[in-house]
């Protein structure tokens, strides 16, 4: 299929809506959402640049179906993603789970905006886990707290899909680096929670801390600063679970060709 492009990512109107491209190709596109703040802020926040060696080692090689590139000279990283998760998926939506053929690029440096953005009420992808799944809002496609109406469709990782047949997250990605490794197994030394994913801005997300789970040492974002990590956004078990704003200035640009023809079974419509 032809990608769908859609410069608009707030403003889907759901969890289960048409697939999107983002950005200008360039890893710092313009992210034309909402572009609100909403009384929320970020503490803490500066700007850093990654290596490729720092975002390989980041990644859950042999955990997704996905292949990483990343280029020092052009100062860009791109995953090249199915999608699909490798574990047997038993959510309970009527969806089926298709390759939504996605290539997701950031720059290598995660740059501070001068405000946040809140992305609470997103309707999308506003990230990536590292082994290849998309991570969406707290909320559902009626604006709902999706872990609170939708938490009995997911399945045993915390995912589902929705109405294009896309795999997704609303919160904590348990399999990430999969089925028989816990989080906490990759934890560094000082116990701090590894890396699972990169949100649209380029920060990278931890694990729940299993010292905060609910997050009450973290900013309105989800994010905090400490000196060997630098600014970073945390899961929680509390809402937002994923990211409550995006305190970067960039934005990744994100093409999905969705689910070829014939290869989406979406008969029986999104979740109730």
């Known amino acids: 299929m032809t990608p769908r492009t859609l410069l608009l ?11 999107a491209t983002y950005g200008d190709g360039s890893g710092t596109g313009t992210w034309t959402g909402s572009g609100e703040s909403n009384g929320m802020s970020q503490e803490g926040c500066q700007d850093r640049t990654r290596t490729c060696a720092e975002i390989r080692a980041a990644f859950a090689d042999g955990a997704g179906d996905f292949e990483l590139d990343c280029d020092e000279d052009a100062g860009l990283f791109t995953v090249y993603s199915s999608g699909v998760p490798l574990y047997d998926s038993n959510q309970t939506t009527p969806n089926g789970i298709a390759d939504q053929g996605w290539q997701v690029t950031w720059s290598l440096t995660a740059t501070c905006a001068d405000g946040v953005e809140d992305v609470t009420s997103s309707r999308g992808e506003i990230g990536m886990t590292v082994n290849g799944i998309p991570f969406y809002g707290p909320e559902d496609g009626q604006g ?10 997911l ?5 589902h899909s929705d109405n294009r047949c896309s795999y997704h997250h609303h919160n904590e990605p348990v399999c990430v680096f999969g089925t028989s490794t816990d ?3 990759r934890a560094g030394d000082d116990g701090h929670p590894p890396v699972v994913a990169f949100a649209a801005d380029g920060f990278p997300v931890h694990g729940v801390d299993p010292d905060d789970p609910d ?9 905090h600063q400490d000196a ?3 600014y970073h956004y945390h899961m929680t078990d509390d809402y937002p679970y994923t990211i409550g704003c995006l305190a970067g200035q960039d934005r990744f640009t994100a093409i999905s060709s969705g689910a070829a023809d014939g290869e989406c079974d979406n008969s029986g419509g999104p979740p109730q």
Not at 144 to 153: C, H, K, L, M
């Open 9 to 19: 990512p707030l403003l889907l109107t759901g969890c289960f809506e048409d697939s």
């Open 144 to 153: 709902r707290d999706a872990i609170v109406y939708e938490g009995p469709t």
């Open 155 to 159: 399945d045993d990782c915390n995912g």
């Open 183 to 185: 989080i906490m197994d």
């Open 215 to 223: 997050g009450a040492e973290l900013d309105d974002c989800n994010g």
């Open 228 to 230: 060997d990590r630098g």
